[in-house]
């Protein structure tokens, strides 16, 4: 199939691209042209500016896609510049469990999009929740013809993780440096980086479509991730109210449901098999940083 990547030079979108490459599928991406990428002649590229309808319409126009996978629509914007412009037989979207007032056992029909106000708006016009949600309500009620999917992920973390989100907590506690923490026995759900983009992957030629959650199984608290740090290391969290605001305050208590997923034949990785190897790197980083 021809498909284009709009995004796909870094994070969980190199995944995607390089493992749509190796299903054999003719990959374009389409970025700023602003970041060197590691595919070589292996993929087309296409220039524009994301958030400048006429750049992506000079870019875009009548051209065809059998799968556009868009890693960077962040508002209701964002949806409209490119599928104002351009064709195709699936659009996937990243979208985000952000979208969700989150709790146990969170499905996709917890969140529907098309109960919802549509705002068009830029991405700096609201929080990022909420932007989210006006790129589903987008998708969903304008442009209803098109076969599409949404594909939510809770917190996508690995060693190539820029956000740094992760490491924040190993870090400050190796190091001593006081912690906010408001939410550190609270259950939470992650997925791997690698598997974020592989599971975009493999709904290139899914019969599916609507919005799908993608998340390891299982969830695990700030305190665990702590108490393995203390563990390995021999150092003590410093927890104080007038320590660093954590990078995950605010979360609420949570788990992602997959059982959409799973019926079409993916199985998540369980969050205990990989998170600690994670975080023995990130221990290894700053011990020997």
């Not at 749509?20 to 993929?43: E, F, M, P, W």
């Not at 998340?215 to 150092?235: A, C, F, M, P, W």
């Not at 969050?271 to 190897?277: A, F, G, H, N, T």
Request: some cysteine; proline content about 2%; aromatic content about 14%.
């Amino acid at each position: 199939m021809d498909i284009l990547v709009i995004g796909g030079t870094r994070y969980f979108g190199i995944y995607l691209v390089k493992e749509l490459l190796t299903q054999g599928h003719n990959v374009t991406i389409a970025t700023r042209g602003n970041v060197k990428d590691c595919y070589g002649d292996k993929v087309s590229r296409i220039t524009f500016e994301r958030t400048d309808a006429d750049s992506v319409k000079k870019a875009l126009s009548d051209r065809f896609f059998d799968v556009i996978y868009d890693k960077i629509a962040y508002c209701s914007n964002d949806v409209k510049y490119v599928l104002d412009v351009i064709k195709c037989n699936k659009y996937i979207m990243m979208s985000s469990t952000s979208v969700y007032e989150k709790h146990w056992n969170t499905k996709e029909d917890d969140f529907k999009p098309l109960e919802k106000k549509l705002i068009w708006c830029s991405r700096m016009d609201f929080p990022y929740d909420e932007i989210k949600r006006q790129a589903e309500c987008a998708l969903w009620q304008s442009y209803k013809n098109i076969n599409a999917i949404a594909v939510r992920y809770p917190f996508v973390i690995g060693k190539d993780d820029y956000t740094k989100r992760l490491f924040f907590y190993v870090e400050h506690a190796i190091k001593g440096i006081p912690m906010h923490i408001d939410n550190i026995d609270y259950q939470m759900g992650f997925l791997r980086s690698d598997e974020a983009g592989k599971f975009m992957a493999f709904l290139a030629d899914k019969c599916y479509l609507g919005p799908i959650n993608g998340s390891s199984y299982g969830t695990i608290s700030i305190r665990e991730i702590l108490n393995y740090v203390i563990e390995r290391t021999g150092k003590k969290a410093v927890l104080s109210e007038d320590g660093e605001r954590a990078p995950y305050n605010g979360e609420p208590e949570y788990s992602i449901n997959t059982n959409e997923a799973e019926k079409l034949g993916y199985k998540f990785s369980d969050i205990k098999d990989w998170i600690y190897v994670l975080i023995d790197y990130y221990i290894e980083s700053v011990i020997f940083k």
